[in-house]
Each structure stands twice: as structure tokens, then as C-alpha cells.
């Protein structure tokens, strides 16, 4: 399942990490990909470990913490630190790949499995021509392209690439979620129970069903869940 969750930032912290990429220092994207990845991956990324990594790191991370969606939608267990790549000029395009399964966190080395994938979108889609992001999914392949501060999370077993920019520089932040949730199949029957229960709150406020169907959905989670 794919899910688009609109302004993940806000427009000041997006207009701060925007001005932060504009004087960033950039690094080979192969660098950090896996052998077959890295024959197909032409990009720049920022050095992991670098002072304003970690800064714009902590930026994405705290608007994921205040976001209600991602918490539904991804149920994180560990959140590997973001990542931050560019797309533009000769270094513009990385071809059909899947996400290497297990991931290490720069620094502590501790080992994080990739259930989910997630790419953050930093600049205005009218600022670059191609860039889509393409996803093969069970009803055929999406091609995602979002507004900037928007941010898209997708399975971690899917193929997917990203298409040549051909004009301007496609910006965005990256990373995997390990999910307290292992199975696709049962996170997205909790996010839509979640999602409906929000709805009927809303509509009916705490009647009997909405606090019998919270129990519901807190059993199941308890069920699945590996914290
Ligand atoms: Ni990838």
C-alpha cells in the first residue's frame, strides 16, 4: 500500500532545509548502495554523518514525531536517521532496485530491517521536469510526484526507481522504518480501522461503538505488534 501524507513539514522548515541544500556540500549516492543497486544508481546524497545531516535529521524527525498519520500508517519501531539526495545535472537517475533488507544506523551500527520506505519531497515539483518516482505495486506501477513538504510511504519489498531530471533539481529526504508491525497486510488493516474509528469520533463522538471498536483495534494491535 501506498500512502501520501500532505505537508509533512511546515512551510518555515521546509524553506529551512531548502536554504540549508542550497550551499550543501554533496557526495556520490553510490557510496551508500548495495552492489546491484549501485550499478544503476546515479545521484548525490549528503555524507550521513555530516554536522548538517544530523541537523536536518533532527528537523524531519521531529515533524514525523508531531504527525498523527505516519504514527498510524507506519507504526515505527526504529526509524533509521534520514537521508538527503538531489537528482539533477549528470548525476539524475537510479533504475529499478529494492532496498536492501537490512540496514545499518551510521554511528551505532545497530541493524534496522527496511518494512517500510519513504521519500519526503523537498522541492517544487514545477522546479524539475522528470524525477517521478515509480513504483511497482499489485494494480501496476504508481508514479509519485509530489509538493514539496509532502511525503509518500511504500513497501519496502517493492521495485521502484526514480526517472532522469532533465531540467532542474529534484531535492528529497529518504528513509526506512522498521514497523512494530511486520506484516503489510495486517499495518494496513489497522490504518484503515484507525482511520475509520477517526471518522466516526468525529461523527458520532465517544458512543458505545467507537470505545468497543478502539478495543478492537488495540487487541489486534496488541495481537501483531513487537515492540
Ligand atoms: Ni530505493
Redesign the pocket.
Known amino acids: 500500500m501506498l500512502i501520501r501524507i500532505p505537508q509533512v513539514l511546515s512551510p518555515q522548515a521546509l524553506a529551512q532545509v531548502q536554504a540549508a541544500l542550497a550551499d550543501a556540500e554533496w557526495q556520490d549516492g553510490r557510496l551508500t548502495a548495495g552492489p546491484q543497486a549501485s550499478q544503476v544508481k546515479n545521484n548525490e546524497q549528503l555524507a550521513p554523518l555530516a554536522e548538517l545531516s544530523r541537523q536536518l535529521q533532527g528537523l524531519v524527525l521531529g515533524a514525523l514525531e508531531r504527525n498523527t498519520t505516519f504514527f498510524s500508517a507506519a507504526l515505527p519501531k526504529r526509524v533509521l536517521p534520514p537521508m538527503f539526495n538531489r537528482y539533477s545535472g549528470a548525476a539524475n537517475t537510479y533504475g529499478n ?1 529494492v ?1 536492501q533488507a537490512i540496514r545499518y544506523t551510521p554511528g551505532s551500527g545497530q541493524r534496522v530491517r527496511t518494512d517500510l ?1 519513504c521519500t519526503l519531497f523537498l522541492a517544487e515539483p514545477a522546479d524539475y521536469e522528470g524525477g517521478e518516482l515509480v513504483i511497482a505495486d499489485t494494480y501496476g506501477e504508481q508514479r509519485v510526484k509530489l509538493a514539496a513538504g509532502d511525503m509518500v510511504l511504500y513497501p519496502g519489498t517493492s521495485v ?1 526507481r526514480v526517472e532522469p531530471v532533465t531540467r532542474g533539481a529534484r531535492l528529497a529526504s529518504f528513509f526506512w522504518i522498521e514497523s512494530m508491525v511486520r506484516s503489510d497486510e495486517q499495518r494496513r488493516l489497522l490504518f484503515e480501522m484507525d482511520q475509520a474509528l477517526m471518522r466516526l469520533r468525529a461523527e458520532q463522538g465517544e458512543c458505545e461503538a467507537a470505545v468497543a471498536l478502539t478495543g478492537t483495534y488495540h487487541n489486534l494491535l496488541r495481537m501483531w505488534a513487537d515492540t
Request: overall charge negative; cysteine-free; charged content about 25%.
Open positions: 532496485h532496498d520506505s521502484h
